[in-house]
């Protein structure tokens, strides 16, 4: 089954200073990948999803952008950080269950902008 | 593009009662519907899921039934125990198209010994 990875963890960052998150999935090849964010006390909010290298889609005009440099890697990024970044963001690989096509979460990264 | 509720945003309830949380969903298209625990701190975990060609499923204390012409999917725990306790999401997708997903908003059980 696959296993995904996020850092950092936690992160604590000023307004205005620039992002990179990082995930990295094993166990499959060419997965869909998505990056979801959660605002405290709200779902989960689709912001980017990508079906191979180098193919982003975007679902919400935002602050943020997305890269898929390698099949199982996918970064998000910001070159200027807002308050209303801040939330709890989910890297989201979907990969075969049996018959069925089930997502598996990453443990997240919390960031904090001040 | 998809629009999904979720109802109530929070549920009480005694432990051994049952709890129901119910979603809507607007995208026809949308066939695959997963529901997910999400502990404080933590990521969602799926706790079980229902495909558009099936009405209903259970799994031990959880069930999920589907009625895909009203367009709307519920969760019902029975015998809830204070471990249930925890935030609960519902999710429509369409396993086609990318397999993106909508969320509900989540609600908060809280399972009172």
């Known amino acids: 089954s696959q296993t995904i990875h996020q850092w950092p963890a936690t992160l604590v960052q000023p307004v205005g200073s620039p992002l990179s998150l990082e995930c990295t999935v094993e166990?499959?090849?060419?997965?869909?990948l998505y990056w979801y964010r959660q605002a405290a006390g709200r779902g989960l909010q689709l912001l980017f999803y990508?079906?191979?290298?180098?193919?982003i889609s975007s679902e919400v005009p935002q602050n943020l952008s997305a890269s898929r440099p390698q099949d199982r890697q996918f970064i998000l990024s910001s070159k200027k950080l807002l308050l209303s970044d801040s939330g709890f963001y989910l890297c989201?690989?979907?990969?075969?269950?049996?018959?069925?096509?089930?997502?598996?979460f990453g443990p997240g990264t919390r960031l904090t902008v001040l | 593009g998809e629009n999904v509720e979720q109802h109530p945003s929070t549920l009480s309830v005694q432990e051994g009662d049952s709890a129901v949380i119910k979603c809507t969903y607007s995208?026809?298209?949308?066939?695959?519907f997963p529901w997910y625990k999400q502990e404080l701190g933590k990521r969602p975990q799926l706790i079980i899921d229902?495909?558009?060609?099936?009405g209903e499923k259970k799994d031990q204390r959880i069930a999920v039934t589907l009625n895909k012409t009203a367009k709307h999917f519920s969760l019902h725990i029975t015998e809830t125990q204070p471990e249930d306790s925890a935030v609960y999401f519902c999710?429509?997708?369409?396993?086609?198209?990318?397999?993106?997903?909508?969320f509900g908003d989540g609600t908060t059980l809280t399972v009172k010994p």
């Open positions: 990508s079906v191979g290298i180098g193919q």
């Open positions: 166990g499959t090849s060419n997965p869909n």
């Open positions: 999710a429509a997708s369409d396993l086609v198209n990318a397999g993106k997903s909508t």
């Open positions: 989201v690989c979907r990969g075969r269950r049996g018959s069925y096509n089930e997502q598996f």
């Open positions: 229902i495909r558009s060609n099936v």
């Open positions: 995208d026809s298209a949308s066939n695959y």
